[in-house]
């Protein structure tokens, strides 16, 4: 069993930087798992963000923050980072980091088994 817990969330001005935190907890460290990060902007679904896979550490952005958010992780904190760069009005959401080890793509909520409560970001123009 894994608890995630994400934290960095905020109110910044586009332009702004911002690095959020997804710590892990729980008898499986997290480089037991591939690694995503999620949004849901206000009145939408979930998309995917970026993921981070457990084997070769291959990383995968959306179309949309690709070039300004970078997935990380530190298996020694049992942490997975998401640093975004260059924010924009949309990127606004609810931020959602998850773990799992699925049989589907690593862009697809499916894949995941655990996920955190979620982070708030807001970013003005």
């Known amino acids: 069993q894994v608890q995630l817990v994400e934290s960095g969330g905020g109110l910044v001005q586009a332009g702004d930087s911002l690095r959020l935190s997804c710590a892990a907890s729980?008898?499986?460290?997290?480089?037991?798992?591939?690694v995503g990060w999620f949004r849901q902007p206000p009145g939408k679904e979930r998309e995917f963000v970026a993921a981070?896979?457990?084997?070769?550490?291959?990383?995968y952005y959306a179309d949309s923050v690709k070039g300004r958010f970078t997935i990380s992780r530190d298996n020694a904190k049992n942490t997975v980072y998401l640093q975004m760069n260059s924010l924009k009005p949309e990127d606004t959401a609810v931020y959602y980091c998850?773990?799992?080890?699925?049989?589907?793509?690593?862009?697809?909520?499916?894949?995941?088994?655990?996920w955190g409560q979620g982070t708030q970001v807001t970013v003005s123009s």
């Open positions: 998850a773990a799992g080890g699925g049989t589907t793509n690593v862009e697809l909520t499916t894949f995941y088994r655990y």
């Open positions: 981070l896979t457990w084997i070769g550490s291959a990383t």
């Open positions: 729980g008898r499986t460290f997290i480089s037991s798992y591939a």
